[in-house]
């Protein structure tokens, strides 16, 4: 268990409503990362982290924002949710270094009708 | 080029036979490779990584580098059925600052 905690596991909102979900972790590891993955695309980049109020775009970060005010906690942003943003999300966490890995939360499942 | 891929099956395998998943990639600055595996409804869980030209052994795995051919493989061996699951393989670029790129994922099934 690598001390990861995404809120909510699911939710179900409407288009058009804000949604924040919440990573929290125990390890006081620098990188922390948002990930979706959706059928036929694998796992893409949101945003990532890397230390307190540190943070950068990733590959599909359009719609979302991000922030990071304590190392423990990475909060995702949908400011007004779309259909096309139901997916599953993933927090990671990784400490610094070439090779090291990223490990994940169980999974926030985001439905917007 | 997609930057990583794998075949996605599935491909599925007796038990006890030896699985062999495949990885290919684009970026030759890429420094290390990671395996994870993910069951159904659950979060990808990192089984290996790799870093050195060729084999890595850790118990029934073996992960594969060869980075002159851009090539990253996972052998199972005494493949069970718990092993049925998707096989994601993930790349690190040199001075990404830990950004992963990922593959689409193999599917696995191995059969009683």
């Known amino acids: 268990d690598a001390g990861i905690t995404q809120s909510p596991r699911h939710k179900v909102t409407e288009t058009g409503t804000p949604v924040t979900l919440r990573c929290h972790q125990t390890?006081?590891?620098?990188?922390m990362y948002w990930y979706r993955q959706d059928p036929g695309h694998g796992l893409r980049l949101i945003h990532y982290?890397?230390?307190?109020?540190?943070?950068d775009k990733g590959e599909v970060s359009d719609g979302y924002s991000v922030s990071r005010s304590k190392t423990e906690d990475f909060l995702l942003t949908l400011e007004s949710a779309t259909s096309s943003q139901t997916s599953v999300y993933f927090c990671?966490?990784?400490?610094?270094?070439?090779?090291?890995?990223?490990?994940f939360g169980d999974g926030t499942r985001l439905s917007i009708l | 080029q997609k930057e990583v891929e794998q075949n996605s099956g599935p491909l599925s395998v007796p038990e006890g036979a030896i699985a062999s998943l495949n990885c290919t990639y684009s970026?030759?600055?890429?420094?290390?490779f990671f395996w994870y595996r993910q069951y159904s409804g659950k979060s990808p869980e990192l089984i290996m990584f790799?870093?050195?030209?060729g084999d890595k052994e850790d118990g029934r795995f073996t992960a594969q580098l060869n980075k002159a051919s851009q090539y990253v493989s996972l052998l199972i061996r005494d493949s069970q059925p718990s092993d049925s699951a998707t096989y994601l393989c993930?790349?690190?670029?040199?001075?990404?600052?830990?950004?992963?790129?990922f593959g689409k994922g193999t599917k696995l099934s191995v059969k009683p």
């Open positions: 970026d030759r600055g890429s420094q290390s």
């Open positions: 982290s890397y230390g307190v109020k540190d943070t």
């Open positions: 390890e006081n590891h620098r990188y």
């Open positions: 993930a790349v690190k670029r040199g001075g990404s600052q830990g950004n992963l790129i």
């Open positions: 790799i870093y050195s030209n």
């Open positions: 990671a966490i990784s400490v610094d270094g070439q090779y090291q890995p990223q490990h």
